[in-house]
C-alpha cells in the first residue's frame, strides 16, 4: 500500500504525483473501515480527501498553517499527519477526537468544532505571522454551509481590508459542475494564475495608473471590463469584491488541477479564495447517495451501509420533540419552527414537511435565527428556535438584547443539552444553565423523561415570554407517553420521593439516577427525598425552603458545570429566603472541559449515575452525622 510508506507529510511529499490518486482511494477504504466501527463524520471527510492531499503536498506542512473549519473534514488530514495507527481510536474514550486539536499534532493549529471559525483563525494567525517576522503560508479551509455564516462574512472582510498573504478554500459540496465546465474552468485558472497573466495584470495596472491625468479612469474601465467577464464566466464577483482575489471553480477531486493551481498562487502575498465543488460520501456508494444520513453516523456495515437496528422502540428526546412540535403546530397556527442548519438533527424535518410555510432553516447563523425568530415574535407569531445547547452560545447577546429585554414569546429548544459523548468538548451542552439563568424575563425548564418533555413544550408555546427547555441527547427512558398534553405550572417542582436524612433536588435527566440512588440508600438506613425540580427558573423555593428545613440537608444533582449551574441556584434560594443551618452537596460537572467519550462512561466517571450520586450522598451523610457529633462526646463513646 502507499498509504504504508507515509508517516508524516514529509512522507507525502516524497511520492510522486502519479502516486496521489490511488493513496487517495487507500485514505478512504481507511476512513470507511475505521468509521463504520467507531462512527463519526463520513460523507464530508470522504468528500475531501483529493482536497487534503493536495494542500499537504503542495504546501509545507506543517510549517505551513491549515485551519479547518467545524473539523469534521479532517480524517484524511489526521491519517496523513502521523496518526494513521491511532485511528482506530476515532471518538473513542481516551482515543483521537474527532475534530482538530492542537495538543494531538503539530499539524493542528487551532482547535474546532463549531463552524465558520477558520477564516478569522487563520487570519490572525497571518497577521501574527508578519508582526513576528515570520515567512509561512496560511491556508483556511470552509465548506460552502460555514461560509454563510456571520462570523466567516466578517473574516473575509477584515482579511480582504488587511490585505495579508493568506489563502482561503471554499469546499463547495452542495453545486453541481459539469466535466466541460470542470475543465473550462481548470484551464482558464491555471491561465490566469499563471506567472506569465500575474506579472502582466500587474504591469499593465502600475502603467495605467502611471498615465498623467487619465491613467486611474482607463485602470478603472480595464478592472470593469475584466470584472464583468469573470462575472459571465465564474461565480466569485462576492469575493473579489471582498478584495480577494477570486480562482474557480475547480473538481475538488482531480488533484492534478489543484496541485498546478496551487503551485501556480501558493506565493501571492493577497488574500485569494479558492473555490473547489467536492461531492459528500466521494467514494463510497451509499454516502454519496444519501450525504445527510452519513453526515454523522453511528457505526454501519461498511459494505452495504447500514447500520444496527435498534435494539428498542424508545424513542429520543428529538423524536419526541418533533412529534410535540406537530401536534402542537396542527391546533396552533401561531407555532412557527427555526432551525441552523440542523433539521434532522433536532427533528424538524417531519415538521417543515407537514408546515413548509412555518418552517425556516436559517442556516449555520444561530446569532441571526434567534433575532429572527424575535421578529416572527413581534408581530404574534410563537417561534420555537431548536438548536443544539453548544450552538445556542453563539446567541447569547440576541438572547439578552433581543428576545429577554423585549419579553418576547420565543422558545429555545436546547437539544443535546448535558454530556453529548463522542463529539467532545466542543458539543458539550453543559453551560445552558449558567448563561439562560440570570437573564431577566427567562424561563427555564428540563425534563426527568420524555413523556414530561412534551408537556414542557406546550407549557413553553403557550407562555407569554421568553422559554428554554433543555434535554439530552439519545433515547427516553421509556416511560408511557400521554396522549393528551397539559399545561405545567411555571416554576411549580415534583417531589417523586419522601425522606426525612436529605433532599435531593434534581433536574432533567439526574431525577431517575436519584431515585435508584435513594433506593439504595434506604436499603442502608438512610431516608432520602427525591425532588424533580422541573424548572431551572423560576425556581421553587417553597418546596426547597421546606425540605431544607425539615431534612437539614440539601442535595443537587444536574448534568451540567456547577459553576453558576443549577445548584447554584439552590444555593442562592436557601441565601435569599435566610435558611441557615443548612448542610449541602453539589453533584454535577467540575470546572473544567469534559472530554469526548460515550456518555455512559463520562456519567460513571464524573460521578452522575445512579452509582455516583448513591456514594456522593452516603458520604455527604455520613460524614455530616460526624461532624454533628463533639470529638469530646465521640472520645467518652470509644472510651465507654
Same mark, same amino acid.
Given at each position: 500500500?502507499?498509504?504504508?510508506?507515509?508517516?508524516?507529510?514529509?512522507?507525502?511529499?516524497?511520492?510522486?504525483?502519479?502516486?496521489?490518486?490511488?493513496?487517495?482511494?487507500?485514505?478512504?477504504?481507511?476512513?470507511?473501515?475505521?468509521?463504520?466501527?467507531?462512527?463519526?463524520?463520513?460523507?464530508?471527510?470522504?468528500?475531501?480527501?483529493?482536497?487534503?492531499?493536495?494542500?499537504?503536498?503542495? %504546501?509545507?506542512?506543517?510549517?505551513?498553517?491549515?485551519?479547518?473549519?467545524?473539523?469534521?473534514?479532517?480524517?484524511?488530514?489526521?491519517?496523513?499527519?502521523?496518526?494513521?495507527?491511532?485511528?482506530?481510536?476515532? #471518538?473513542?474514550?481516551? =482515543?483521537?477526537?474527532?475534530?482538530?486539536?492542537?495538543?494531538?499534532?503539530?499539524?493542528?493549529?487551532?482547535?474546532?468544532?463549531?463552524?465558520?471559525?477558520?477564516?478569522?483563525?487563520?487570519?490572525?494567525?497571518?497577521?501574527?505571522?508578519?508582526?513576528?517576522?515570520?515567512?509561512?503560508?496560511?491556508?483556511?479551509?470552509?465548506?460552502?454551509?460555514?461560509?454563510?455564516?456571520?462570523?466567516?462574512?466578517?473574516?473575509?472582510?477584515?482579511?480582504?481590508?488587511?490585505?495579508?498573504?493568506?489563502?482561503?478554500?471554499?469546499?463547495?459540496?452542495?453545486?453541481?459542475?459539469?466535466?466541460?465546465?470542470?475543465?473550462?474552468?481548470?484551464?482558464?485558472?491555471?491561465?490566469?494564475?499563471?506567472? %506569465?497573466?500575474?506579472?502582466?495584470?500587474?504591469?499593465?495596472?502600475? &502603467?495605467?495608473?502611471?498615465?498623467?491625468?487619465?491613467? =486611474?479612469?482607463?485602470?478603472?474601465?480595464?478592472?470593469?471590463?475584466?470584472?464583468?467577464?469573470?462575472?459571465?464566466?465564474?461565480?466569485?464577483?462576492?469575493?473579489?469584491?471582498? =478584495?480577494?482575489?477570486?480562482?474557480?471553480?475547480?473538481?475538488?477531486?482531480?488533484?492534478?488541477?489543484?496541485?498546478?493551481?496551487?503551485?501556480?498562487?501558493?506565493?501571492?502575498?493577497?488574500?485569494?479564495?479558492?473555490?473547489?465543488?467536492?461531492?459528500?460520501?466521494?467514494?463510497?456508494?451509499?454516502?454519496?447517495?444519501?450525504?445527510?444520513?452519513?453526515?454523522?453516523?453511528?457505526?454501519?456495515?461498511?459494505?452495504?451501509?447500514?447500520?444496527?437496528?435498534?435494539?428498542?422502540?424508545?424513542?429520543?428526546?428529538?423524536?419526541?420533540?418533533?412529534?410535540?412540535?406537530?401536534?402542537?403546530?396542527?391546533?396552533?397556527?401561531?407555532?412557527?419552527?427555526?432551525?441552523?442548519?440542523?433539521?434532522?438533527?433536532?427533528?424538524?424535518?417531519?415538521?417543515?414537511?407537514?408546515?413548509? =410555510?412555518?418552517?425556516?432553516?436559517?442556516?449555520?447563523?444561530?446569532?441571526?435565527?434567534?433575532?429572527?425568530?424575535?421578529?416572527?415574535?413581534?408581530?404574534?407569531?410563537?417561534?420555537?428556535?431548536?438548536?443544539?445547547?453548544? &450552538?445556542?452560545?453563539?446567541?447569547?447577546?440576541?438572547?439578552?438584547?433581543?428576545?429577554?429585554?423585549?419579553?418576547?414569546?420565543?422558545?429555545?429548544?436546547?437539544?443535546?443539552?448535558?454530556?453529548?459523548?463522542?463529539?467532545?468538548?466542543?458539543?458539550?451542552?453543559?453551560?445552558?444553565?449558567?448563561?439562560?439563568?440570570?437573564?431577566?424575563?427567562?424561563?427555564?425548564?428540563?425534563?426527568?423523561?420524555?413523556?414530561?418533555?412534551?408537556?414542557?413544550?406546550?407549557?413553553?408555546?403557550?407562555?407569554?415570554?421568553?422559554?428554554?427547555?433543555?434535554?439530552?441527547?439519545?433515547?427516553?427512558?421509556?416511560?408511557?407517553?400521554?396522549?393528551?398534553?397539559?399545561?405545567?405550572?411555571?416554576?411549580?417542582?415534583?417531589?417523586?420521593?419522601?425522606?426525612?436524612?436529605?433532599?435531593?433536588?434534581?433536574?432533567?435527566?439526574?431525577?431517575?439516577?436519584?431515585?435508584?440512588?435513594?433506593?439504595?440508600?434506604?436499603?442502608?438506613?438512610?431516608?432520602?427525598?427525591?425532588?424533580?425540580?422541573?424548572?431551572?427558573?423560576?425556581?421553587?423555593?417553597?418546596?426547597?425552603?421546606?425540605?431544607?428545613?425539615?431534612?437539614?440537608?440539601?442535595?443537587?444533582?444536574?448534568?451540567?458545570?456547577?459553576?453558576?449551574?443549577?445548584?447554584?441556584?439552590?444555593?442562592?434560594?436557601?441565601?435569599? #429566603?435566610?435558611?441557615?443551618?443548612?448542610?449541602?452537596?453539589?453533584?454535577?460537572?467540575?470546572?473544567?472541559?469534559?472530554?469526548?467519550?460515550?456518555?455512559?462512561?463520562?456519567?460513571?466517571?464524573?460521578?452522575?449515575?445512579?452509582?455516583?450520586?448513591?456514594?456522593?450522598?452516603?458520604? &455527604?451523610?455520613?460524614?455530616?452525622?460526624?461532624?454533628?457529633?463533639?470529638?469530646?462526646?465521640?472520645?467518652?463513646?470509644?472510651?465507654?
Amino acid at each position: 500500500m502507499i498509504l504504508d510508506k507515509i508517516s508524516n507529510t514529509q512522507d507525502l511529499r516524497a511520492l510522486s504525483r502519479e502516486e496521489l490518486p490511488p493513496l487517495a482511494e487507500e485514505v478512504r477504504r481507511e476512513i470507511i473501515e475505521v468509521v463504520s466501527k467507531t462512527g463519526g463524520h463520513l460523507a464530508s471527510s470522504l468528500g475531501v480527501v483529493d482536497l487534503t492531499i493536495a494542500l499537504h503536498y503542495a %504546501f509545507d506542512t506543517p510549517k505551513d498553517r491549515i485551519v479547518w473549519d467545524v473539523g469534521h473534514q479532517a480524517y484524511a488530514h489526521k491519517i496523513l499527519t502521523g496518526r494513521r495507527s491511532q485511528f482506530p481510536t476515532l #471518538r473513542q474514550h481516551g =482515543g483521537l477526537s474527532g475534530f482538530p486539536k492542537r495538543e494531538e499534532s503539530p499539524c493542528d493549529h487551532f482547535d474546532v468544532g463549531h463552524a465558520s471559525t477558520s477564516i478569522s483563525a487563520a487570519l490572525g494567525i497571518a497577521a501574527a505571522r508578519d508582526i513576528k517576522g515570520e515567512d509561512y503560508r496560511v491556508i483556511a479551509v470552509i465548506g460552502d454551509g460555514s461560509i454563510s455564516a456571520g462570523l466567516a462574512f466578517e473574516g473575509l472582510n477584515q482579511a480582504g481590508h488587511l490585505k495579508k498573504k493568506l489563502l482561503v478554500i471554499l469546499n463547495d459540496n452542495e453545486m453541481s459542475i459539469s466535466p466541460n465546465v470542470g475543465a473550462l474552468s481548470a484551464y482558464l485558472n491555471r491561465l490566469m494564475t499563471g506567472n %506569465f497573466y500575474t506579472k502582466l495584470r500587474q504591469e499593465t495596472k502600475h &502603467f495605467l495608473q502611471g498615465i498623467p491625468k487619465v491613467g =486611474g479612469s482607463m485602470f478603472n474601465l480595464a478592472k470593469k471590463a475584466e470584472d464583468s467577464i469573470k462575472g459571465l464566466m465564474v461565480p466569485g464577483m462576492l469575493f473579489e469584491d471582498l =478584495g480577494f482575489q477570486y480562482i474557480g471553480p475547480l473538481d475538488g477531486h482531480n488533484i492534478d488541477h489543484l496541485l498546478r493551481t496551487f503551485d501556480n498562487i501558493k506565493d501571492y502575498a493577497w488574500p485569494v479564495l479558492v473555490h473547489v465543488i467536492t461531492k459528500k460520501g466521494k467514494g463510497c456508494s451509499f454516502a454519496e447517495c444519501n450525504p445527510s444520513q452519513y453526515h454523522g453516523t453511528p457505526p454501519f456495515d461498511p459494505k452495504t451501509g447500514k447500520t444496527a437496528a435498534r435494539k428498542e422502540s424508545i424513542l429520543s428526546y428529538t423524536e419526541v420533540f418533533g412529534q410535540t412540535m406537530i401536534k402542537l403546530a396542527e391546533e396552533n397556527d401561531r407555532i412557527v419552527a427555526i432551525s441552523a442548519a440542523m433539521s434532522e438533527g433536532t427533528g424538524l424535518d417531519k415538521f417543515a414537511e407537514h408546515f413548509p =410555510g412555518r418552517f425556516f432553516d436559517v442556516g449555520i447563523a444561530e446569532s441571526h435565527g434567534v433575532t429572527f425568530a424575535c421578529g416572527l415574535a413581534a408581530e404574534g407569531l410563537h417561534p420555537v428556535a431548536a438548536i443544539y445547547s453548544t &450552538f445556542t452560545q453563539r446567541a447569547y447577546d440576541q438572547v439578552v438584547h433581543d428576545l429577554c429585554l423585549q419579553n418576547l414569546p420565543v422558545t429555545l429548544a436546547l437539544d443535546r443539552a448535558g454530556l453529548v459523548g463522542e463529539d467532545g468538548p466542543t458539543h458539550h451542552g453543559v453551560f445552558d444553565i449558567a448563561y439562560l439563568r440570570h437573564v431577566p424575563n427567562m424561563v427555564m425548564m428540563a425534563p426527568k423523561d420524555e413523556n414530561e418533555l412534551q408537556h414542557m413544550i406546550k407549557t413553553a408555546v403557550e407562555h407569554p415570554g421568553p422559554t428554554a427547555v433543555r434535554y439530552p441527547r439519545g433515547t427516553g427512558c421509556g416511560v408511557p407517553m400521554d396522549q393528551e398534553l397539559r399545561t405545567l405550572r411555571i416554576g411549580k417542582a415534583e417531589l417523586v420521593k419522601e425522606g426525612g436524612d436529605a433532599a435531593i433536588i434534581a433536574i432533567g435527566n439526574m431525577v431517575y439516577a436519584s431515585l435508584e440512588a435513594a433506593k439504595r440508600l434506604a436499603e442502608e438506613g438512610i431516608s432520602v427525598a427525591v425532588v424533580n425540580a422541573r424548572f431551572v427558573k423560576p425556581i421553587d423555593d417553597e418546596m426547597i425552603v421546606s425540605l431544607a428545613k425539615k431534612t437539614g440537608r440539601i442535595v443537587t444533582a444536574e448534568e451540567h458545570a456547577l459553576y453558576g449551574g443549577f445548584g447554584s441556584a439552590v444555593l442562592e434560594c436557601l441565601d435569599a #429566603r435566610g435558611v441557615t443551618g443548612v448542610k449541602t452537596l453539589r453533584i454535577g460537572l467540575p470546572d473544567l472541559y469534559i472530554e469526548h467519550g460515550p456518555q455512559k462512561v463520562l456519567r460513571q466517571k464524573y460521578g452522575l449515575d445512579a452509582d455516583g450520586i448513591y456514594k456522593s450522598v452516603r458520604d &455527604f451523610v455520613e460524614k455530616s452525622r460526624l461532624k454533628a457529633v463533639s470529638p469530646v462526646a465521640n472520645f467518652k463513646a470509644k472510651d465507654g
